[in-house]
């Protein structure tokens, strides 16, 4: 009953913004940008539905290579089509829900010497049921934070993003709602696990994550974080159905969700000082509520939680970060 009574609090009070109400409101302030992308490489995970295809489909139409990393090898051949059977679409099967798979593809792109662009950390779920990869983590925590950590990471160190590059880490409105609390986000067991609320830390934790980048790495890659407000995707229809059902008619398609992500890798704009998130093209406070301020971790420890749990995967150490 509360957290009914929450979630209409919340969908009342960010409905102006999230939904495609808001879009229209501030599209009126949006101006004309130079959208051509031609020549650089973007790679766009979470590729083959949702916004991350909208992402790339545009991308590619706007001249830039796409490599577009997924899970089902079915939805990625239907991406080319779409793109016209283009060679700019590049296709890579990829696991995000695995962090050796993730390893492995950091080590593909290594290998054939890629330099990236554009990279947009997309790939995310809100996963109702407890759910443990063979790996022993638990999967939408995998999927929507720490590969995001293990792919950036990785690039990073391996020296592959281009001078100017910029990185877009997708979150949700829902972390709004979250503090950055290290416990609760991983849940070991299904009565820990609360997938909601989970979702909504992962989501927290990419805010906290971008300002860490950007303060340990000082603008190379440039790192964004972005919300896309509320979206009719193949993600929402099976994970909140009956949101959907309830305001289908003001939400975004996935091409209006995709535009921000388009316009920070195409305008890439300073990073400021005091953070917050990006929407409809414009940086939002990180912050609605005075509760998510009081937090029980910072981001120097997230990011040092992250890499034990990378390294709780497998023997090796992580090379990625160096703390
Ligand atoms: N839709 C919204 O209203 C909304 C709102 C706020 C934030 N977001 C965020 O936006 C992002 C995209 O959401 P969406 O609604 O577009 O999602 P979606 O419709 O579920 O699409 C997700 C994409 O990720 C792929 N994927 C899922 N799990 C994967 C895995 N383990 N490894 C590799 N690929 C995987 C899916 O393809 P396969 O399953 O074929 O691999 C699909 O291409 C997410 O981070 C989400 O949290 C969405």
Redesign the pocket.
């Known amino acids: 009953m509360l957290r009914a009574l929450a979630s209409l609090f919340f969908y009342a009070r960010f409905f102006h913004r999230?939904s495609r109400v808001g879009l229209r409101r501030r599209q009126r302030r949006w101006q004309a940008y130079s959208t051509r992308l031609d020549g650089q490489t973007w790679l766009v995970?979470?590729?083959?539905?949702?916004?991350?295809?909208?992402i790339a489909i545009e991308a590619h139409a706007r001249g830039a290579r796409v490599l577009a990393?997924?899970?089902?090898p079915?939805?990625?051949a239907e991406l080319v089509l779409a793109a016209g059977g283009s060679e700019r679409m590049q296709p890579l099967q990829?696991?995000?829900?695995?962090v050796s798979?993730t390893r492995r593809l950091v080590q593909a792109l290594t290998a054939s010497d890629e330099r990236i662009d554009v990279l947009v950390?997309?790939?995310?779920?809100?996963l109702d049921r407890f759910e443990r990869t063979l790996e022993g983590h638990e999967?939408s925590f995998?999927?929507?934070l720490l590969?995001h950590f293990v792919l950036t990471e990785g690039l990073h160190a391996d020296g592959r993003f281009t001078d100017g590059a910029a990185v877009i880490n997708?979150?949700?409105?829902?972390m709004y709602g979250a503090p950055l609390r290290l416990s609760g986000m991983a849940a070991s067991s299904a009565r820990q696990h609360d997938g909601m609320a989970a979702?909504a830390m992962?989501?927290r934790a990419q805010v906290e994550l971008t300002w860490a980048w950007n303060a340990r790495w000082l603008g190379q890659p440039r790192v964004y974080v972005m919300?896309?407000?509320?979206?009719?995707?193949?993600?929402?229809?099976?994970?909140?159905p009956w949101f959907r059902a309830s305001l289908r008619r003001f939400?975004?398609s996935?091409d209006e969700?995709a535009d921000t992500a388009l316009w920070l890798g195409s305008t890439r704009p300073p990073i400021a000082a005091d953070g917050g998130i990006w929407l409809d093209r414009e940086r939002d406070p990180a912050h609605a509520f005075a509760m998510t301020r009081k937090t029980t971790a910072d981001a120097a420890q997230l990011h040092a939680f992250l890499i034990g749990q990378v390294e709780s995967s497998s023997s090796a150490r992580f090379e990625g970060a160096v703390p």
Do not use: C, E
Request: aromatic fraction near 6%.
């Open positions: 999230f995970t979470g590729a083959s539905g949702g916004i991350g295809a909208a990393a997924a899970r089902n079915d939805k990625l990829v696991d995000f829900s695995s798979d950390n997309n790939v995310g779920l809100l999967t995998v999927t929507n590969s997708m979150s949700s409105g829902g979702y992962h989501k919300h896309p407000g509320w979206v009719d995707t193949p993600g929402v229809r099976t994970a909140l939400l975004r996935a969700a």
